[in-house]
């Protein structure tokens, strides 16, 4: 079985920062390709934020570029969110998503359960 748990959401100003951090475990894991995070605001659908390669080559949603930055430790199988001048309007629950190729099974998607990202002064 895969565990995908993030952490470091909360309550933050605007112009503040927050560090998720999503970490994948499991004992069956052969290899983790792309990586990423994700965000669903109250009444929005779920829209993609940021992506990394195994490589580290990364996209960001434009509503983010310069602000927030992906990166991930490829040994600890995890991944990084640095939110740096956060507006109330990056206020939602932030998932990560994995695609993991797991021994004997094949590449899937796995989902960690979501972490509460509010912005408010």
């Known amino acids: 079985q895969v565990q995908v748990v993030e952490s470091g959401g909360g309550l933050v100003q605007p112009g503040g920062s927050l560090r998720l951090s999503c970490a994948a475990s499991?004992?069956?894991?052969?290899?983790?390709?792309?990586m990423g995070w994700y965000r669903q605001a109250p009444g929005k659908q779920r829209e993609l934020v940021a992506g990394i390669t195994s490589g580290g080559s990364t996209n960001y949603a434009d509503s983010v570029k310069g602000r927030f930055t992906i990166s991930r430790d490829n040994a600890k199988n995890t991944v990084y969110l640095q939110m740096n001048s956060l507006k109330p309007e990056d206020t939602a629950v932030y998932y990560c998503?994995?695609?993991?190729?797991?021994?004997?099974?094949?590449?899937?998607?796995?989902w960690g359960q979501g972490t509460q990202v509010t912005v408010s002064s």
């Open positions: 998503n994995a695609v993991i190729t797991i021994f004997a099974m094949g590449a899937g998607d796995y």
């Open positions: 499991s004992r069956r894991i052969f290899s983790i390709s792309a």
